[in-house]
């Protein structure tokens, strides 16, 4: 192959873009491929060269040296040491536009600096390394006595010409700590014991001191919610309400008690799985159920079962992985060596998971506190002894059996009705109506305040002189039903009955009577046969008798002969409204006795019960035996005191359980769903092989014992093993992250070919090692990071550092950054003294602009802020509506959720200022802090301006910073004492009142003042 042949050799992105390329440009070490050429072939090449083979340009492969050295028609892209017969060196050196590689026509170029770096790599022998993070991570030795975090760090300082800064002033420190580890500020109180206390091991107490306390576990919280795209709501088109707050306080619970890293994993990935399960290991396995969903009754199942497999993968990826793979949903990886069988391999772990594709999710598991689980079992220790004395012995109704079956088997034989099977149940209220075995039809899905049901039934040449309605309990429905109204109720407004004839005429059929084995008052079952089809204010009701059966019993005027071919018609129109008085489960039956269809009989025994009673005593087995005597006892008046007494012991608990706090979990399938590769993610295209359960061919594969489909527990335990390179290398990186504002591998979800080497590998795979070798211990982790002098470094850069490391990588000094959304409000309450700082609980509403929910739609949706104790809880509480997440937290880049977040953008924009100024949490958080101005410093105005600044800064003001805030105060109390009515207005807003006591210019001004200083950029700027 010819030069030209290769035209298309290097084309890709563009140059390498590490915020230390300053630091490294000149490369005057030896040229490592991972750290300096991987980069740049990465960026420029493997789009086109790379491993995806279906996008390989000229069958040239350069992410592997059997690629890269391949002989084309002789000429090869890499000669090792050769850099004069490398084609590689003549493309990205040509001034041949028709050659010269990347080609102009991607916008891209490489620096002389990048041409320097490939050259002297072919020169040095074109050497390939495995993918660092695909290497396992090693520990370099590190001398006795010295923090490892702190030598790494300074070893690389020193080949750098860069040192680290000074310590930080104590009041910087314990700010900093606090909000890093609680994420709250330290008081006044606390600021001034840290600042006296010079004992050499006070920053090791005040550590320990942190890492003690609850908030401890909602600071760690925010960050894995983000990653895991934990949410209140499912997302997709209604974007509706489910069950999953007990997870979050999971979370908070997993990292306050220091829960090992490798279990809370395998809890989230296989809760379900593990033996024995807890309920806190199924609730932590709600992680399997935090992807989004869809109710769309319009969707493709199949559609949806792909997404969410696709999303589970991408989860697992991103939260454990650090790996792009769900590049590979439609095609192999163009930069890492991950393929599509690889993507859909993992997928097929999640295929056991019992959901529904497309519709409501269940309610979840019941999860109790402790309080509530020691009720519950109370209520389940009285229902068990009832059923004890249930279960007898009760000779006397034991006595009475024989002869009670014997009169039931002559009820049966002479039993005058016959069960009407319809051929077609309609809700034209748009409920579903589901013919049961026993004949009977039960409502379910949606509910509509007024219906008619229209039921069809062919004719088999029966005569008939009544109709029998019966109004029959279930569990689905509200206490018990018969009926679909909360309290069990209906209300029957008007039967009609027709008949359609065999030549296609319908004609009316004249009722002229109807009687009911129980009338509620006002409610007469005559009212339901009185010709009045659309009155909904009459009707047969059976209130308080709900959850029994009742029986409407009808007499036609004159018998109805209906024959083969015809059809018996019957609209049961149910026309009261307030509140779904409608049957949710009913049965009819019809006789041609005329004495029947006018009396209120025995009620039918069951289809099982009559059954039995119809084979002959000396042929019933056993089980049948026991059954009858058993529905025997259930009916005995003997025993009816007692069966009321266990009906309110079970209905007790269950009314007590359905109120508890559900948690969606994992609930494995017996026979998992079928995951195939979908070619090009196409899910109509169901060509493609059907995939078992296996991790990524690159990584090092699990061993399994025994000949089975790996599972979940397998796939969790292999992501904890310490064969796998990348789990503990993701987590220690992404903690990094949070304490020095970026990761030492900076693009905290990918450790791949696109993502960044570390700065640091050294540092990074000593702390991945450490973190396993020291039994996943997250706190102590956390500790070693903290107790560095890297971490309690001042952030205050001189101009030489600035320039040299203008992005703090190497770490001379420590960052500041602006203060995660929820942070940013959880300041302003814990400094007004609003904050509640109860730990866990369902999710809070706190102020919301009107209308911003309008646009919410099936069903539509008003936002009510929540009153009390919830609206001034901790900002991680906050209810997270994915499709309108609230304003403050968008305002302050807090993520949708709708896909895992390893890391949120950091912006700096007005409309921040604007939230701080205007919102009403921060405006009601000001006056508070106003109040507490006033009413806690009694001294002058300077003293109060001093007193407010160490209370929201935690020093004293400039001189300069403190005459500006007087001069502040001063002209707005004019302002004030000439227009009072403004100053209500001001300390009107929020549902906090203002202490009656202040004069209201007065307490106006300070809220001013109080304003200003909840929006100063120290104010929500860590360190």
């Known amino acids: 192959m010819t030069r030209s042949a290769l035209l298309l050799l290097l084309v890709a992105a563009f140059a390498v873009t590490s915020p230390t390329a300053g630091l490294h440009a000149a490369v005057p070490k030896p040229v490592d491929y991972n750290r300096d050429v991987q980069p740049i072939l990465s960026d420029k090449c493997f789009h086109c060269h790379g491993p995806d083979e279906k996008t390989r340009e000229a069958k040239l492969r350069l992410d592997n040296f059997a690629g890269a050295t391949a002989?084309?028609?002789?000429?090869?892209?890499?000669?090792?040491?050769?850099?004069?017969?490398?084609?590689?060196?003549?493309?990205?050196?040509?001034?041949?536009?028709?050659?010269?590689?990347?080609?102009?026509?991607?916008?891209?170029?490489?620096?002389?600096?990048?041409?320097?770096?490939?050259?002297?790599?072919?020169?040095?022998?074109?050497?390939?390394?495995?993918?660092?993070?695909?290497?396992?991570?090693?520990?370099?030795?590190?001398?006795?006595?010295?923090?490892?975090?702190?030598?790494?760090?300074?070893?690389?300082?020193?080949?750098?010409?860069?040192?680290?800064?000074p310590e930080a002033d104590r009041v910087t420190l314990i700010r900093r700590l606090s909000f890093d580890l609680l994420g709250l500020p330290p008081t006044p109180a606390e600021v001034d014991a840290f600042v006296k206390d010079t004992a050499p091991d006070a920053w090791n107490r005040l550590v320990a001191k942190m890492l003690a306390s609850q908030h401890y576990g909602e600071r760690m919280a925010i960050g894995w919610l983000d990653?895991?795209?934990?949410?209140?709501?499912?997302?997709?088109?209604?974007?509706?309400?489910?069950?999953?707050?007990?997870?979050?306080?999971?979370?908070?619970?997993?990292?306050?008690?220091?829960?090992?890293?490798?279990?809370?994993?395998?809890?989230?990935?296989?809760?379900?799985?593990?033996?024995?399960?807890?309920?806190?290991?199924?609730?932590?396995?709600?992680?399997?159920?935090?992807?989004?969903?869809?109710?769309?009754?319009?969707?493709?199942?199949?559609?949806?079962?792909?997404?969410?497999?696709?999303?589970?993968?991408?989860?697992?990826?991103?939260?454990?992985?650090?790996?792009?793979?769900?590049?590979?949903?439609?095609?192999?990886h163009k930069y890492d060596p991950l393929t599509s069988k690889d993507f859909y391999s993992l997928g097929a772990f999640f295929a056991d998971i019992q959901e529904p594709i497309i519709g409501k999710r269940e309610p979840g598991l019941p999860v109790p506190d402790e309080t509530q689980a020691k009720e519950l079992e109370r209520l389940g220790s009285v229902r068990t002894a009832l059923q004890t004395e249930y279960d007898g012995p009760h000779r006397s109704v034991e006595a009475a059996f024989t002869l009670w079956e014997n009169e039931a088997l002559q009820q049966v034989t002479a039993n005058p009705w016959t069960f009407l099977r319809p051929a077609k149940a309609e809700s034209l209220g748009k409920a579903k109506l589901t013919v049961q075995a026993d004949e009977s039809v039960l409502a379910s899905g949606g509910k509509p305040d007024k219906d008619t049901y229209l039921l069809e039934a062919p004719g088999s040449g029966q005569t008939v002189t009544g109709l029998r309605i019966e109004a029959l309990p279930d569990g689905s429905l509200p206490a018990g039903g018969p009926g679909r109204a909360s309290n069990g109720n209906f209300v029957l407004s008007e039967v009609v009955v027709q008949v359609k004839r065999?030549?296609?005429?319908?004609?009316?059929?004249?009722?002229?009577?109807?009687?009911?084995?129980?009338?509620?008052?006002?409610?007469?079952?005559?009212?339901?046969?009185?010709?009045?089809?659309?009155?909904?204010?009459?009707?047969?009701?059976?209130?308080?008798?709900?959850?029994?059966?009742?029986?409407?019993?009808?007499?036609?005027?004159?018998?109805?002969?209906?024959?083969?071919?015809?059809?018996?018609?019957?609209e049961l129109r149910q026309n009261h409204g307030k509140g779904s008085h409608t049957l949710g489960r009913f049965r009819i039956s019809t006789t041609a006795d005329q004495a029947a269809a006018k009396r209120v009989g025995s009620l039918?025994?069951?289809?099982?019960?009559?059954?039995?009673?119809?084979?002959?005593?000396?042929?019933?087995?056993?089980?049948?035996?026991?059954?009858?005597?058993?529905?025997?006892?259930?009916?005995?008046?003997?025993?009816?005191?007692?069966?009321?007494?266990?009906?309110?012991?079970?209905?007790?608990?269950?009314?007590?359980?359905e109120a508890l706090p559900k948690c969606l979990v994992s609930v494995s399938l017996p026979t998992p769903r079928v995951v195939r590769i979908l070619p090009r993610g196409n899910f109509l295209d169901e060509s493609g092989p059907e995939m078992m359960p296996a991790v990524p061919a690159v990584l090092p594969q699990p061993t399994m014992e025994g000949n089975r489909r790996p599972n979940r527990l397998d796939l969790a335990r292999w992501i904890m093993s310490r064969e796998n390179p990348l789990t503990a290398r993701v987590f220690v990186n992404r903690l990094w992250k949070q304490f020095f504002g970026t990761g030492l591998s900076k693009v905290l979800d990918d450790l791949g070919a696109q993502g960044e080497p570390p700065v640091n590998p050294?540092?990074?795979?000593?702390?991945?090692?450490?973190?396993?070798?020291?039994?996943?211990?997250?706190?102590?982790?956390?500790?070693?990071?903290?107790?560095?002098?890297?971490?309690?470094?001042?952030?205050?850069?001189?101009?030489?550092?600035?320039?040299?490391?203008?992005?703090?990588?190497?770490?001379?000094?420590?960052?500041?950054?602006?203060?995660?959304?929820?942070?940013?409000?959880?300041?302003?309450?814990?400094?007004?003294?609003?904050?509640?700082?109860?730990?866990?609980?369902?999710?809070?509403?706190?102020?919301q602009p009107e209308g911003y929910w309008e646009n919410l739609n099936f069903p539509t949706r008003t936002y009510q802020n929540d009153s009390g104790a919830s609206q001034y809880r901790r900002g991680l509480y906050t209810w997270w509506q994915r499709s309108f997440l609230h304003p403050s937290l968008v305002a302050f880049d807090a993520p949708s959720r709708e896909e895992c977040t390893a890391e949120r953008n950091r912006s700096n924009i007005p409309q921040q200022?604007?939230?701080?100024?205007?919102?009403?949490?921060?405006?009601?958080?000001?006056?508070?802090?106003?109040?507490?101005?006033?009413?806690?410093?009694?001294?002058?105005?300077?003293?109060r301006v001093i007193w407010a600044w160490r209370e929201v800064l935690s020093r004293h003001p400039t001189p300069e910073e403190q005459s500006t805030l007087k001069a502040l105060f001063e002209k707005h109390r004019a302002e004030y004492l000439k227009d009072p009515e403004a100053a209500q207005a001001l300390l009107k807003t929020g549902l906090a009142a203002a202490p009656p006591d202040q004069p209201a210019p007065e307490l106006a001004a300070w809220t001013s003042v109080a304003r200003v200083l909840l929006n100063l950029h120290e104010t929500i700027t860590r360190s």
């Open 913 to 943: 200022a604007l939230v701080l100024l205007n919102d009403p949490t921060y405006v009601e958080a000001a006056r508070a802090l106003a109040a507490r101005i006033l009413a806690e410093c009694q001294g002058s105005i300077d003293q």
């Open 604 to 657: 039918p025994f069951p289809r099982e019960i009559t059954d039995i009673l119809k084979t002959p005593a000396d042929k019933q087995n056993p089980a049948q035996r026991s059954q009858l005597a058993a529905y025997h006892k259930s009916i005995v008046p003997e025993l009816a005191e007692l069966r009321q007494r266990l009906a309110a012991a079970d209905k007790a608990r269950k009314d007590y359980e």
């Open 71 to 165: 002989d084309h028609d002789g000429t090869r892209a890499l000669s090792p040491g050769k850099p004069e017969e490398s084609e590689i060196h003549h493309r990205i050196h040509s001034t041949d536009k028709e050659e010269v590689m990347p080609p102009p026509k991607s916008h891209k170029t490489l620096t002389a600096a990048e041409k320097d770096i490939l050259d002297r790599w072919i020169a040095a022998g074109g050497e390939y390394q495995q993918h660092w993070a695909y290497v396992p991570p090693v520990k370099v030795s590190i001398p006795a006595g010295v923090n490892p975090i702190d030598h790494l760090v300074r070893q690389r300082l020193a080949t750098l010409n860069l040192k680290p800064s």
């Open 762 to 847: 050294l540092l990074l795979d000593w702390l991945a090692v450490e973190f396993a070798d020291n039994g996943w211990n997250v706190k102590e982790l956390v500790r070693l990071i903290v107790s560095s002098e890297t971490y309690r470094q001042s952030s205050v850069a001189d101009p030489a550092a600035l320039q040299a490391d203008p992005y703090n990588r190497e770490l001379a000094r420590q960052s500041r950054w602006r203060l995660d959304a929820e942070l940013v409000r959880d300041n302003a309450l814990a400094t007004s003294k609003l904050l509640v700082p109860t730990i866990g609980g369902p999710s809070v509403k706190p102020y």
């Open 227 to 332: 990653v895991v795209r934990f949410a209140d709501t499912i997302g997709y088109h209604s974007d509706n309400p489910r069950n999953i707050w007990p997870y979050r306080d999971y979370v908070i619970r997993a990292f306050n008690t220091n829960k090992p890293y490798d279990r809370f994993t395998i809890e989230q990935l296989a809760g379900d799985l593990v033996e024995n399960p807890s309920l806190e290991t199924r609730v932590g396995s709600a992680f399997n159920r935090l992807l989004l969903t869809t109710e769309e009754g319009g969707a493709q199942a199949k559609d949806y079962e792909a997404r969410y497999v696709t999303d589970r993968v991408r989860a697992v990826g991103t939260v454990w992985l650090g790996s792009t793979i769900g590049c590979c949903q439609c095609h192999d």
């Open 502 to 570: 065999a030549g296609g005429t319908t004609a009316s059929v004249p009722l002229a009577g109807a009687v009911a084995s129980f009338e509620q008052g006002g409610f007469a079952a005559a009212t339901a046969i009185d010709g009045d089809k659309a009155s909904g204010e009459t009707g047969w009701a059976v209130l308080p008798q709900v959850n029994q059966p009742q029986q409407l019993v009808v007499a036609l005027a004159a018998p109805l002969t209906v024959a083969k071919g015809d059809t018996l018609l019957l």
